[in-house]
Nanobody, 122 residues
Framework: QVQLVESGGGLVQAGGSLRLSCAASGRAFSRYAMGWFRQAPGKEREFVAMHSESGGRLYYSDFVKGRFTVSRDNAKNTVYLQMNTLKPEDTAVYYC???????????????WGKGTLVTVSS
């Protein structure tokens, strides 16, 4: 089993920034595509961003493109989500996910973290 642990969530005012981290266990981390999803109160979980398992390809949802940046450090088995210009509608529990390819992650992923709460005040 691959375990994913998110951190970095918290309370921030609109227009501010946060950086989320996802630490992964497992020696095959570099072989996995890594993604971020979020779930706001009363809404279903939705895709946020993703980093491919190879080639450095990045994918973003339309509502965060230009504000959020996903990156990874394979030496540290960690993927990051830099969130800038945060809006109240970004308030949600953010989840880290992993899969053998970007297609796998996009369709549901193989592994999930427990989430970290991001609250953006107006």
């Amino acid at each position: 089993q691959v375990q994913l642990v998110e951190s970095g969530g918290g309370l921030v005012q609109a227009g501010g920034s946060l950086r989320l981290s996802c630490a992964a266990s497992g020696r095959a981390f570099s072989r996995y595509a890594m993604g971020w999803f979020r779930q706001a109160p009363g809404k279903e979980r939705e895709f946020v961003a993703m980093h491919s398992e190879s080639g450095g390809r990045l994918y973003y949802s339309d509502f965060v493109k230009g504000r959020f940046t996903v990156s990874r450090d394979n030496a540290k088995n960690t993927v990051y989500l830099q969130m800038n210009t945060l809006k109240p509608e970004d308030t949600a529990v953010y989840y880290c996910a992993a899969g053998s390819s970007t297609v796998v992650v996009g369709e549901g992923a193989d592994y999930w973290g427990k989430g970290t709460l991001v609250t953006v005040s107006s």
